[in-house]
């Protein structure tokens, strides 16, 4: 994992925030099937308090 407190990405198509959910030894993060083979960026928060919208 790679540390920073700032990210800049060009060339957004749009975003989601989920919830990091159990996937038995591991963990995973849903996302809509448009979304196979394409590249995406996975961005770890510190505020856990944070409200999630799923």
């Known amino acids: 994992m ?3 407190n700032e990210l800049t990405v060009k060339d ?3 975003y ?3 919830k990091v ?3 038995g030894t ?3 993060v849903d996302c809509p099937k448009e979304h196979l083979g394409k ?3 996975l ?3 510190s ?3 944070e409200s999630v919208r799923t």
């Open 39 to 41: 590249t995406v960026f």
């Open 16 to 18: 989601y925030i989920r």
């Open 26 to 28: 591991s963990a995973k």
């Open 2 to 4: 790679n540390s920073s």
């Open 43 to 45: 961005v770890i928060t």
């Open 21 to 23: 959910t159990p996937f």
């Open 47 to 49: 505020n856990e308090s």
């Open 12 to 14: 957004i198509e749009g």
